[in-house]
């Protein structure tokens, strides 16, 4: 008997569900009246998933379970508890998983209102393609990407406010206050250095990996593209 049966065996004598039989020469064992209890529970789950969860419900909401799931009280219970598990496994199946679609930089709503404009001065569609890359390479977990194309982002963004560089924005630009200015020093000294460690440092004896923290900076980002939608609108 391998390990894995044996593994097996020994949890259905702990649980209950095989137990020796004093009427047999040992070692002999018999299913209890649990296990007996699980096996029709069991069949009647067979029934209720060939039926399927729609008309389970319908007939046990409509009919009490007279209708297909026979209206006895256990199999009604078995239904109700079927019907119950079978929603729960739905809730966990449907939970998105840490995925693109839910770690993102730049909130849909801020790329819907990028998408709008359409300034005649300047084409925004690589803008909007560095915010959607930004998006997949955070959810996918791609640190070192995502440092790369922020700073990639802010390079490209200072002709929309007049400037040659970023810094020049941080520096000078005042149309958005003086908490744009500070938001946009930090992004500037933060995301940027951040980039240029992991890109321009050489092969070393150890190293560390950025994490999903260091390479952060949704609320930032997200200040600068709401002052570049403001300006273009």
Known sequence: MNSALLEAWNWLEREGILIRDPRQPAPWFTISKRGEE??????????FEKLGF????SDMENTGGFRDIGGTPENREAAWKWL????????????????????????????????????????LRKLIRLCEELNTAYGEQCYFATAMLTRGLLDHVPPLFGK???IEVANNYGGGGKSFKDTMHHLESAARKVADAHLHMPVRKSETLPTAQQVNCAQQLDVLLAEIVRITQ
């Open 164 to 166: 040659s560089t970023f």
């Open 54 to 57: 729609d008309r389970v419900k």
């Open 38 to 47: 699980l096996l029709t529970e069991l069949a009647r789950f067979e029934k």
């Open 84 to 123: 119950e598990m079978k929603k729960n496994q739905a809730t966990t199946n449907a939970e998105p998983s840490r995925s693109a679609h839910e770690l993102t930089l730049i909130a849909d709503s801020r790329l819907a209102e990028l998408r709008k404009l359409s300034p005649a001065e300047f084409d």
